[in-house]
Structure formats: structure tokens, C-alpha cells
């Protein structure tokens, strides 16, 4: 009797233990997945505070160049207004907050003073053509497809750490000389 038992209780758990194996195999797998899609997401935004930092990004740059532009958008998701101080990043000597704009049928550039706002509850742009970071003295030019890091300074939400993806060469009244 307990013979009997045991040769068809075998097979049986083990059929058992096989397909739990299986079913773990598949649920690692499968966050294994998950993991790696949010490690190369194209969700490319970073949070400091009540503040959202979407999408960092600059442009490759011509040998040679000494500047390069910094855009994304800020997203105040607080009740109290915020202001972006000033940037720094390795990639140069230093980095400006520049506004972009026609004075007298001439497009000029100039730094903003004080800060940028970021209103409660709202968002701000920096886009080419209007608000960008000027990224001044490059010490290596931004390569297509590679990303630099960079750190913001908040009033409130403090510094925050951000990577830019480094677009193709743009051409057009965006692009400053230095
Ligand atoms: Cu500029």
C-alpha cells in the first residue's frame, strides 16, 4: 500500500514542482522586463520637490563650438511658486539661464536675471527660440546620442540632479555664436 503510494505520488509532485519552476521562471522573467523598460524608458523626467523636470535635452555641437543650448520643461505640481537659481554641469565652465527675443527687429539673447519662475501650478518651457540653459565654454562637444548630466538649483525644491540627451545638429536662429 504505501509502496503504491509512493510510486504515483512521485511523478505527480514532481509535475507539481516542475510547473511552479516554470511559472517562477516566467514572473522573473517578467519582471526582469519591467526592471529594464523602466531603466531605458523613453519617460526621460526627473522630480525634485513639487517640481517635474521633463524631458532635459541639447544639441550635438560643431568642432570647435564653445556653447551649447539646454532645454526641457519645468512642471510645478506645489501650491507655492518656485524659482530655478542657477545650473552647473561638467560639460562646461559654466551655465546661464538666457532669454531669447526681437529688441528692434533683432534677435538678441540675454541672461535672466534673478531667476525663472516656475508659478504655482504651472509650467515653463525652455525651448529654442524663447528661455534656454547656455551652456558656456564647453570643455568637449555634446556627441549625438550620449547624455551629460546636470544639476539645477531650485529656490525651494533645492538641487536636483538631471541627464540631457544630446540631439542632432540643429541649424537656425536658435543656434547662437558665442
Ligand atoms: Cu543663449
Given at each position: 500500500?504505501?509502496?503504491?503510494?509512493?510510486?504515483?505520488?512521485?511523478?505527480?509532485?514532481?509535475?507539481?514542482?516542475?510547473?511552479?519552476?516554470?511559472?517562477?521562471?516566467?514572473?522573473?522573467?517578467?519582471?526582469?522586463?519591467?526592471?529594464?523598460?523602466?531603466?531605458?524608458?523613453?519617460?526621460?523626467?526627473?522630480?525634485?520637490?513639487?517640481?517635474?523636470?521633463?524631458?532635459?535635452?541639447?544639441?550635438?555641437?560643431?568642432?570647435?563650438?564653445k556653447v551649447a543650448g539646454g532645454?526641457?520643461?519645468?512642471?510645478?505640481?506645489?501650491?507655492?511658486?518656485?524659482?530655478l537659481l542657477s545650473i552647473s554641469s561638467?560639460?562646461s565652465d559654466k551655465a546661464e539661464l538666457h532669454e531669447m527675443?526681437?529688441?528692434?527687429?533683432?534677435?538678441?539673447m540675454r541672461p535672466v536675471a534673478g531667476g525663472l519662475?516656475?508659478?504655482?501650478?504651472?509650467?515653463?518651457?525652455l525651448?529654442?527660440?524663447?528661455y534656454h540653459l547656455m551652456f558656456i565654454g564647453?570643455?568637449?562637444?555634446?556627441?549625438?546620442?550620449?547624455?551629460?548630466?546636470a544639476?539645477l538649483?531650485?529656490?525651494?525644491?533645492?538641487?536636483?540632479?538631471?541627464?540631457?540627451?544630446?540631439?542632432?545638429?540643429?541649424?537656425?536662429?536658435?543656434?547662437h555664436?558665442d
Amino acid at each position: 500500500m504505501s509502496h503504491f503510494f509512493r510510486t504515483a505520488a512521485r511523478p505527480l509532485l514532481g509535475g507539481i514542482l516542475r510547473s511552479f519552476k516554470a511559472c517562477l521562471g516566467i514572473a522573473v522573467l517578467a519582471f526582469v522586463l519591467v526592471f529594464a523598460g523602466a531603466q531605458t524608458g523613453f519617460a526621460h523626467e526627473f522630480k525634485v520637490g513639487d517640481l517635474e523636470i521633463g524631458h532635459p535635452w541639447s544639441r550635438a555641437t560643431p568642432a570647435g563650438a564653445k556653447v551649447a543650448g539646454g532645454y526641457f520643461t519645468i512642471t510645478n505640481k506645489g501650491s507655492a511658486p518656485d524659482r530655478l537659481l542657477s545650473i552647473s554641469s561638467d560639460i562646461s565652465d559654466k551655465a546661464e539661464l538666457h532669454e531669447m527675443g526681437v529688441k528692434d527687429g533683432v534677435m538678441t539673447m540675454r541672461p535672466v536675471a534673478g531667476g525663472l519662475e516656475i508659478p504655482a501650478g504651472g509650467k515653463v518651457a525652455l525651448a529654442p527660440g524663447g528661455y534656454h540653459l547656455m551652456f558656456i565654454g564647453l570643455k568637449r562637444q555634446p556627441k549625438q546620442g550620449e547624455t551629460f548630466s546636470a544639476t539645477l538649483t531650485f529656490e525651494k525644491a533645492g538641487a536636483v540632479s538631471v541627464d540631457f540627451a544630446v540631439e542632432g545638429m540643429g541649424g537656425g536662429m536658435d543656434d547662437h555664436a558665442d
